[in-house]
């Protein structure tokens, strides 16, 4: 490891999962259509292309309560990515994910999903992770459902969800 590895942001580790943030480089090969034989054959998909666009204008995507990549812990293969929409609007951050075709049915998003929920919970001035999802979109509902997301609003065809702390005074 390098120096600079002792700033890095801490990993998110689930019981088959490890959420890494993504670096500049990565961000760099998935752009360039570059393959890394740390990737799943599928990876990576169109989102996680946007999102790798879009680290370059949003460097604060690239810290701690940012933007991740979805590692599964038994292959080491990046099988995703999932991310946090920093900074934080009003104490409520967005939540982002996709995992790859190869690895749905597993569910490794609900688990990272929660994960990164819990931990985003902890950031400073946070008490809401949400997360809009088009009702078209049967299988993110149950994402959000299974990772303990609550049903917040609907608006014509997008159905936002939360997690809200524990803590937080909802007067």
Do not use: C, Q
Request: hydrophobic share 40%; no cysteine; glycine share 10%.
């Amino acid at each position: 490891m390098s120096s600079s590895s002792a700033s890095a942001p801490t990993d998110v580790v689930t019981e088959r999962l490890v959420l890494r943030s993504w670096t500049m480089s990565e961000a760099a090969a998935v752009l360039d259509g570059a393959r890394s034989s740390h990737w799943a054959d599928d990876f990576p998909a169109d989102g996680d292309r946007v999102v790798a666009g879009l680290l370059g204008r949003r460097p604060e995507w690239l810290g701690v309560y940012g933007h991740r990549l979805v590692i599964e812990r038994d292959s080491g293969l990046v099988v995703g990515s999932i991310g946090l929409f920093w900074p934080p609007g009003e104490g409520v951050l967005e939540i982002g994910y996709g995992i790859v075709a190869s690895r749905r049915g597993r569910g490794y998003a609900p688990e990272a999903t929660r994960a990164l929920a819990d931990f985003a919970l902890t950031a400073p001035d946070v008490h809401t992770v949400s997360a809009g999802v088009e009702l078209p979109n049967p299988s993110s509902v149950r994402v959000l459902d299974k990772a303990g997301f609550h049903r917040w609003a609907t608006e014509e065809n997008v159905v936002e969800y939360r997690i809200t702390s524990p803590h937080h005074d909802r007067r």
